[in-house]
């Protein structure tokens, strides 16, 4: 069955004023140019992506289509619920790397045989990864094709990412101020940084490990610094039940991630192509995070102009994944 959609567009990329979207057999088949005046009300963009989130239970991963989250990059490694999950895609680290590691290279073809498809690693106290580990898990990752995200809250912490060439820096400092170098190195260089300003706001006001509410403007000042920058900016939450760090609640609190982000200085269109296509490739991924002709028809269907106001995200009218209607 042959389905034609007719609305003001994201395809991940950059805004359309008004295209027509043909599905058919769950794959986008057309993707062309239309008059605004035979669009519909309403506004299509591709289905969100969060880039970090913990994820345990099919329940959470309701939560998040219904907040229309398609795909998330995901730190658990739970092999089940990343086979069962149907209307979600879950992108797995399968695990992370933490505390002594013998062997780098050993500890990546572990993860890649468990399905991990990038490699998330810990640089936090006494859980941190040492340097020549760090090094060595990068490089062996590369040279499978591998992105690495690291966990680096910490000024220092994020040097060690950078100098052994990590691919994404999850999280920002909160209890220091970013150094611009340092910004200008990781654009540079092309690091992707997603901030989860959602999860640090919610340290800081937790005021577990230190922090306290006042250091929260560290990170939000740290995020317009690498905007300024030119770095490439996720939306991720950081999602989790609370097991081990303040929960942040699955699903919702990506538009207050995106909130957060404008407020930063992002464009709400920069902040949509950090929840769809920014976000997929710089995970290395296909196939995901875009309105493109021979993708999966994985869509969001909103009113109002999200591309202007970026609150609009949340709401949602309809939700496709592979061409089936979630919502």
């Known amino acids: 069955m042959m389905v034609e959609l007719k609305y003001p567009l994201f395809d991940g990329e950059r805004v359309w004023d008004g295209a027509c979207v043909t599905v058919e057999d769950g794959m986008i088949t057309s993707v062309k140019p239309c008059e605004r005046e035979a669009c519909g009300d309403g506004f299509l963009m591709p289905g969100l992506i969060d880039a970090h989130t913990h994820m345990e239970t099919m329940d959470q991963a309701r939560s998040m289509t219904s907040a229309g989250i398609t795909a998330t990059f995901d730190v658990n490694g739970n092999a089940s619920l990343v086979r069962d999950s149907r209307d979600l895609r879950i992108v797995s680290s399968a695990g992370m790397a933490m505390g002594i590691v013998m062997n780098p290279g050993g500890f990546v073809e572990r993860a890649a045989q468990s399905g991990a498809r990038y490699i998330k690693v810990l640089l936090f106290g006494k859980h941190s990864v040492g340097r020549r580990a760090l090094n060595g898990i990068v490089r062996a990752a590369h040279e499978r094709g591998l992105k690495v995200a690291v966990h680096a809250t910490e000024t220092e912490t994020v040097r060690q990412a950078v100098d052994a060439g990590a691919d994404i820096l999850l999280h920002v400092p909160m209890k220091e101020k970013y150094p611009e170098e340092l910004a200008q190195e990781i654009a540079e260089k092309r690091i992707a940084v997603a901030p989860t300003l959602v999860m640090m706001e919610t340290f800081a006001n937790s005021r577990r490990n230190g922090y306290r509410p006042e250091h929260y403007r560290n990170a939000e000042d740290a995020v317009s610094l690498l905007h300024r920058c030119g770095v490439q900016i996720l939306v991720a939450t950081d999602a989790n039940s609370g097991s081990f760090a303040p929960a942040v ?21 920069e902040v949509l192509a950090g929840a769809t296509g920014r976000s997929v490739a710089a995970f290395g991924i296909d196939r995901l995070g875009m309105i493109q002709e021979g993708w999966p028809a994985d869509l969001l269907l909103v009113g109002g102009r999200p591309d202007q106001t970026i609150a609009d995200t949340a709401l949602i009218r309809q939700l496709w994944v592979g061409g089936k209607q979630i919502i």
């Open 249 to 269: 609640a699955f699903g919702s609190s990506i538009h207050r991630e995106m909130g957060l982000l404008v407020r930063c200085g992002l464009t709400p269109a």
